[in-house]
């Protein structure tokens, strides 16, 4: 049987096939062949050897981005103009 898996994964930005590689990782534990703590292990090492293959690309969706607000008059000082 299919099953839908929804993963919500958040931050200021990503490794190329990070996600894919976080996501197999987790549907590892999930399947019980590793234990959170294998998981935890396995992000702490930053090795890629040691960790499950990544998921398959098929499937997986960008949701949502969001960027925080850039403030463009904050950037650059004041500046005049004689015309």
Aim: cysteine-free; proline content about 11%.
């Amino acid at each position: 049987a299919k099953h839908l898996l929804e993963f919500e994964i958040t931050g200021k930005g990503f490794m190329r096939y990070m996600v894919r590689n976080i996501v197999g990782a987790l549907i590892e534990v999930g399947k019980g062949n590793l234990t959170p703590e294998d998981f935890e292990k396995i992000l702490e090492a930053k090795d890629r050897k040691i960790a499950p293959p990544p998921a398959p690309p098929n499937g997986l969706i960008l949701k949502h981005i969001e960027y925080e607000p850039v403030e463009v008059f904050d950037r650059y000082p004041p500046f005049k103009v004689n015309l």
